[in-house]
């Protein structure tokens, strides 16, 4: 099984890909490699092109544009 099938906790517990934070029976979990407090950005986008964020009370979504440019919106 590779880094990216993991069914366990994704990175600092946040849910991967366009479902939104755990609301889907369908939203999956998975593990994200880090070293020292560097990531890949083609380890987090490997599901999609969309991930969802929750921050405190705050929910954020960072995208991959098709320019392969991020987008962090509230």
């Avoid at 366009?18 to 560097?38: F, K, Y």
């Avoid at 599901?47 to 544009?65: D, K």
Wanted: charge should be positive; hydrophobic fraction near 40%.
């Amino acid at each position: 099984m590779s880094r990216h099938e993991h069914a366990s906790a994704g990175i600092f517990g946040v849910p991967m890909g366009d479902g939104g934070p755990m609301r889907s029976a369908r939203a999956v979990c998975r593990t994200i490699p880090m070293t020292d407090a560097q990531l890949d950005s083609r380890d987090l986008f490997a599901a999609g092109r969309l991930i969802t964020i929750t921050h405190g009370e705050q929910t954020y979504q960072l995208r991959l544009t098709a320019q392969n440019k991020l987008i962090l919106t509230k």
